[in-house]
T-cell receptor, first 110, second 115 residues
């Protein structure tokens, strides 16, 4: 079983729509969780950390469910510029050895 | 601006040649650098962890004699793909942390194509 699994998508949504997807992780000792955004053949960029209580950053909402071992990302009012691959990232300890999911591709159409 | 500089961005080489990729931290001292590889539509896979002044720690399945890592200074780590073959074609990316492990920065990646 992979350490981090994501639905690859693609999720094709119209502008203004809401899109949400999950990521599951296998290691119950995982401590830190992140969502990164990666554009084609570019480096990943941190979108947001995921906190136990859930957190929001503008149109983006992240949630963590430790009992079921998954995190989620919701994007409201999608913009064309949100089209990207979203990587779920998990780390067991704060040593920055990150475990990456394969990514969920989101395409926002006009 | 970028705090981790990685180059080259693109490399096309013949099979059997060696390719060196550099990763530099620009305004901080990177005691630890990580090298990842990403095949199309797959996740970034950690290849090795390098600490300044010591030997790199390779992940299982990564050949240390094929992927030579040197972290000779606090601002520079290099990955050399020796005797590259077409199956080594991939996106290679480095990341670095500062002394306090407070932040993680990624390089811009290197797309290697071996003909």
């Amino acid at each position: 079983r992979k350490e981090v699994e994501q639905d690859p998508g693609p999720f094709n949504v119209p502008e203004g729509a809401t899109v949400a997807f999950n990521c599951t992780y296998s290691n119950s000792a995982s401590q830190s969780f992140f969502w990164y955004r990666q554009d084609c053949r570019k480096e990943p960029k941190l979108l947001m950390s995921v906190y136990s209580s859930g957190n929001e950053d503008g149109r983006f909402t992240a949630q963590l469910n430790r009992a079921s071992q998954y995190i989620s990302l919701l994007i409201r009012d999608s913009k064309l510029s949100d089209s990207a691959t979203y990587l779920c990232v998990v780390t067991v300890a704060n040593d920055y050895k990150l475990s990456f999911g394969a990514g969920t591709t989101v395409t926002v159409r006009a | 601006g970028a705090v981790v500089s990685q180059h080259p961005s693109w490399v096309i080489c013949k099979s059997g040649t060696s390719v060196k990729i550099e990763c530099r931290s620009l305004d901080f001292q990177a005691t630890t650098m990580f090298w990842y590889r990403q095949f199309p539509k797959q996740s970034l896979m950690l290849m090795a962890t390098s600490n300044e002044g010591s030997k790199a720690t390779y992940e299982q399945g990564v050949e240390k004699d094929k992927f030579l890592i040197n972290h000779a200074s606090l601002t520079l780590s290099t990955l050399t793909v020796t005797s590259a073959h077409p199956e080594d074609s991939s996106f290679y990316i480095c990341s670095a942390t500062d002394r306090n492990n407070e932040k993680l920065f990624f390089g811009s990646g290197t797309q290697l194509s071996v003909l």
